[in-house]
């Protein structure tokens, strides 16, 4: 049996408590599947430099993820009172004051763990999935601990996904931006592209 994360594959069900609106709740990742795309983002720790940035970021930028019927998750292995102080203290702090979509706890490592992001420290490193309404993995990243990712390229992946899965037999290619032009899965249906594209460049 294959280790996860695979693309292709079903990702990983869980169910944990959550902190959204300085309230606890259970989160469960299947209650999503039919209904919404999701972006579970693993971050290190509550407090950590780098995830502060992302965090904020992707809260800013959270109307542009609802126009996609994508719902953020962001998970690290704190408690959720860890969460909870967290969202109380202010960016001024090194905190996160409100953010517009839930944290959840991993506090037993066992969800970090079972997505193969659980550091020797006890820590998740920054891994990013975008799992479809179906509930299967599309994309999967891993950063570096102190290499902060981009909202703006999760943002374009995330639009060449969704183009793809509604326009069968179609290919996004390199860069592409929603209304660019396209490629087809089957490469000879692409020679027109590639003339266009290429025909007025050396070999």
């Known amino acids: 049996m294959l280790d996860f994360p695979q693309i292709g594959r079903m990702a990983p069900n869980f169910l944990t408590i959550g902190v959204y609106k300085n309230r606890l709740g259970q989160i469960r990742l299947s209650d999503y599947y039919g209904k919404k795309y999701v972006i579970l983002v693993f971050y290190p720790a509550n407090f950590t430099s780098v995830a502060l940035t992302e965090l904020l970021e992707l809260s800013n930028r959270i109307s542009e993820f609802r126009k996609l019927s994508t719902q953020i998750l962001a998970i690290s292995v704190d408690s959720p009172f860890s969460h909870l102080h967290y969202l109380l203290s202010k960016p001024s702090q090194g905190g996160l004051g409100q953010l517009n979509y839930p944290l959840i706890s991993d506090l037993n490592q066992s969800i970090t763990n079972t997505y193969k992001l659980l550091t020797n420290d006890g820590l998740a490193l920054p891994g990013l999935f975008i799992i479809d309404k179906e509930g299967i993995i599309q994309y999967y990243t891993v950063n570096n601990l102190l290499c902060g990712r981009s909202i ?10 969704q183009y793809i899965k509604e326009n069968p037999g179609q290919a996004c290619p390199v860069d592409w931006k929603f209304g660019d032009n396209i490629l087809y899965s089957h490469p000879l249906k692409s020679k027109v592209y590639f003339k266009k594209l290429y025909s007025h460049k050396k070999n």
Not at 152 to 161: A, C, D, P, Q, V
């Open 152 to 161: 703006t390229e999760l943002l374009r992946t995330l639009k060449s996904i």
